[in-house]
């Protein structure tokens, strides 16, 4: 725009020299600071009219800023208007070898890649330019910027005629650098002032991590049963002249969490698998296939680490899957086992300094089952050690998760069972004791594994009955009416006896 002004404003001057009735008004009506004289045209005074730089496409959250590139000058003798470089742009200039000597004229002859005055384009050397200035305003070369208003999806600044460079200083998000020019055009015979409104090129990124299936962050299973986890990130669009891509995934598992090996990840480009090169069980590099790096893979103790190079992506959307399984120190019950993912990533790409995510939690449960093998002694429950249970998974009684044997107390435990049901068969009863004939089903949950003697399991109580006697998980009630029966048939049979005997003496009479 600033060429195509430049080119006006010589095609205005060309028209006066031939057309000497020709005048172009100031229909702006143009105002001045008479204290700050041009340099390029000394006889030019600084322009103070103002208008407005309107940028869509804003995230509400985000503070941005503007940094004056070109100032504006007119001479209302020849009724002319000259850019000159800022202060600040001439101090970037004198630092810079690869700008040093640029010019104005120079500068109206760059060209961008996008008519929004978001500029992207590799082939830009506008954005080269402004990614350049960029990182010298990061790197605190001293320039102050003039905040913008955000509201809602649009951000605004009422400022000086010039050319701006707007850069976010609170955000999360990545943005490519934005030039906004509030100039002067000739319409008619009069100059007016522009104001600038810009479609911000902006990504948002983003981490997710589920367990077993996308989107869910709970489930349970058994000690050494493996499961995967699923990462979804997705990756920021860097501007080209971008100094800082960074691009790491930190994934962090509680004690009772192990990482199976690094041959078990998956990586997804996108749609596309690429391929995992394992250099030991804790480090692997991926690659596309080829010599090109795509991401390393690097497990410490409980720690992953997922460091990735961003120009190599071919797709915004990331996709790691890998197993792992509970061990002997996962925690028992409702606490559960934790898996932390965090994401940090260069949300500054002109700055040195990287932003780090909330960390995102999945949870693992597991549980305990508890027997208590005991006798009834006048009411009292006596602990029987030496009875042995079989755990199976199955009412069939096929599938067995583990065995229980119970000490002198009377106890045994099993740790490390998934939710689910259970069925508990006897398999060796104590000396002196019937084996229980069938087996006793429970429900292993949340819910039931709070009564156990030690956090997170489930506590069955199973009674035994001596040999000779009716096996019984019930209390003496059943032996009571049992007792009773047994009387009652035998006076029965007493009866029938006596009766039978009376009638044969009656005919024998």
Known sequence: ????????????????MLFGTMNVQAATSITTNPSRPGTTDTGSRYVTNQSTITINGVV?????????????????????????????????????????????DEYYDLTSGSTSGSTQSPSSTLDALASAYAA??????????????????????????????????????????????LDFSVEGSAWNLNSAT??????????????????????????????????NATVPLYPSNAIRKNYIIHDHLDAGITFDDVSNFVVKDGTSTLTISRTSATEAYVSKGGSDRVAQIRINGQDLTITFYVDQLTSTDLTITYSAHLNDDAVLGAVGNKNSVTL????????????????????????????FKHY?????????????FEIYSDSQL???????????????????????????????????????????????????ATNGTVTGYYLREIANAPTGTLPSTGGMGT????????????????????????KMNQQNS
């Not at 070369?141 to 000086?160: E, H, I, Q, Y």
């Not at 009834?376 to 042995?388: D, H």
Request: aromatic share 10%; no cysteine.
């Open 398 to 448: 096929q599938h067995s998760v583990g065995t229980i044997k119970t000490a002198s107390n009377g106890h045994g435990t099993l740790a490390g069972l998934k939710e689910g049901t259970y069925y508990i068969k006897e398999t060796v009863a104590p000396t002196g004791y019937a084996l229980l004939r069938d087996s006793i089903q429970i429900e292993l949950n949340e819910d039931t």
């Open 60 to 104: 509400s959250t985000d503070h941005l800023s503007a940094y004056k590139i070109l100032d504006v000058y007119y001479n209302s003798s020849t009724n002319q208007i000259t850019y000159e470089f800022t202060s600040d742009f001439k101090a970037f200039q004198a630092q810079n070898s690869t700008y040093r000597n640029l010019t104005v």
């Open 376 to 388: 009834l002694n006048g009411g009292s429950k006596v602990g029987l050690g030496n009875a042995t």
């Open 479 to 502: 032996i009571l009416y049992t007792a009773i029966g047994i009387g009652i048939m035998a006076a029965a049979v007493a009866i029938i006896v006596i009766y039978r005997k009376k």
């Open 198 to 231: 810009i479609a911000a090129k902006v990504s948002e990124v983003g981490i997710d991590k589920s367990v077993t299936t996308e989107g869910n962050k709970e489930d349970s299973y058994s000690f050494n049963e493996k499961y995967n986890y699923i990462i």
């Open 344 to 371: 940090e990533y260069s949300n500054d790409p002109y700055g040195t300094s990287d932003y780090t995510t909330e960390p995102v939690d999945t949870t693992v449960y597991t549980y305990g089952l508890e027997i």
């Open 1 to 16: 725009k600033m060429k195509r002004n430049k080119i006006l404003t010589l095609l205005t001057i060309l028209a006066l």
């Open 136 to 181: 010298y305003i990061k790197s605190d070369g001293g320039v102050t910027g003039t905040p913008m208003n955000v509201s809602g999806t649009r951000a605004t600044l009422t400022a000086d005629a010039g050319t701006y460079l707007i850069l976010p200083t609170q955000t999360m998000n990545v943005y490519a650098v934005m030039v906004g020019n």
